[in-house]
DNA sequence: TTGAAAGCGCTACCAC
DNA sequence: GTGGTAGCGCTTTCAA
């Protein structure tokens, strides 16, 4: 802080960023000051202030969040992480959507991640979020159980799950009825005077994917159709391979009539399928999450439509209620789906 | 340290988060040494480090990288920010995957917002991710000019801009030839026999809905076609806007027997607007960015395709070559897009 | 191989 | 109103 020390003085001088103390120094003033100046606290002169600004604007100073996060006794970050599985896939993207605009409300950054499916990755970006001390976090889980976590939760992490419940602890969820949607899905086209159904699943590991399927069976059930084993494909990651298994079920047998694609990107491939075959018109669809421009489709895709704006605004009105020190009980928010009729599950059979 | 400080032995005791000093004072060595282990430095012996991880096992810590990168030297954070416009946009949505790629790679988290075109938001945002000392920036700019941004990019920040170029400061960018892309879009439409031609566009302050609109003109020009202001629809934000139009350019005239719709929710909402008015098929359409689907439209859909994958690569490379420490002059990448016929392009005037 | 002391940039607390 | 001192949780430096 001498005279002598022209860092403290020349803004040239100082080769890194410029800090408080360089700050304090170029106007005269003490550290606490700047402090006081810059996080707009009460109870400094105008003139000091001002001194106080200009020698800010003069060093290009910025705050350093991090050092005054660590020294806060509040030990908020103003950072929230969001692990969703695909954040190219419009359903992940617009949850992620919707969180950053509860979150900029809060005034809190989002730290998002894709999983990709990957159990090992979820563990290793939760670790990490946590390392980086996040206020709270969205999960939607890869991992079937999440044991791994119960120390964060005890210890007052703030974590709600989204499209899948938490298994082996207990948090916050907000999840769509998919019995239920994948029952409307099979009902609608039962009522459309089908009996041979096929359903397209992802991995029956994943627990959305296995209610899915479920729905089905039960809705089958209870209209009385024997469910054929040859008519459920599950194990379908990818649009292509959805595709490639509906060109199979109508080259191999056993044909169905109806297909109910239990994930948006499994539709959007039995739509190329259909039309590579000559079939759109012929065959009935009813696809599970909506998509943008499905309504465009030829036909118009049918579809469950989980309300995605709604959940992600949910999610995020929970995460910031539990930040803010809400300790209620875990909440597990369902919502209802609900069915589109648009054309492609209002066809006929044969 | 004293051993009558139960707060330093038991772990229940301890109320919030266990720190390298309850490690250290529960497995009896020194604070260094901790972090040693935990930093997998060498010179550490076997016992001793065992010792010390089942302290941090049993006390639950985990790091604390605010703390550790404060001290450290190299001044990284190990986060990076992405500020595009829309993250539920399928355009956004994908090179914000691409980026997140990339940065796992480099054990970096991305911290992502929208912009949403509101500038005052870019600057805030911006200014918060600098507070936040990110190690590196990709901007998809909402302003015009980017001069605000001088002195950090002078302070040795990487910044890359995606889609947009900068304006008023040098800098990395990664864009597409929009000029080129609108030409090779009218000059497919005028090649069909097309003469009068409409073009959809957004706001003509933002660069690159005046670069689409600029190729069309000179594409028309080329060709010898006289422009009619009437067909030149610009500050169409959303597909709805652009349905609304279409409707109307039909409904009042002049009515066009091809229509360039120069972002892909204007060429949406253009299909929809086609579709009501029954003439899906007697309207060309070509539209500026492809989706996923839009193959599948009725009928399919012609696109300039920006390849989203290979610019969202050649931005977290670019990216990460900078925090990395290369100094090279900034470097202006272009890539050409490339039009895809698939149908609605090629529909002949009436 | 291990540890003590200093300090990263900032805020809390208390004195003036 | 203003400033000094301690210390957030960690790494650095240097000594043992």
Redesign the interface.
Known sequence: MSPADPRAVDPRASV??ATMRDVAALSGVSLKTVSRVVNHEAGVSPEVRDRVTRAVAQL?Y??????S??RRTS?R?G?VGALLQ?????FS??L??SI?DVA?DAST??????LDEEADRERVLV???????VDGLVLMPATSRQEYLA?ELR?GLPVVFVDRTPHGVDADSVTVDNLLGARQATQHLIGHGHRRIAVLSDLVEIETAAQRVRGYREALAAAGITSDPALERTGLRTAASAEHEVRTLFREGPAPTAIFAARN?LA?GT??AL?SLGLSHEVAVVGFDD????????PPLTVVRQNVTQIGAEVGRLLFSRIAGDTAPPRRVVIEPTLVPRGSGEIPPR
């Open positions: 890194g960023r290009d910025t705050h350093n969040v991090h050092a996060n660590l030990g970050t950072t695909d954040l190219s896939n419009s993207a617009s992620l959507r950053e900029r950054a989002v730290l998002a991640g894709s670790k990490d979020l946590v390392s980086r001390r120390g210890a990107d959007a739509a190329r039309r998509f943008p421009l499905a309504d465009l489709l030829d």
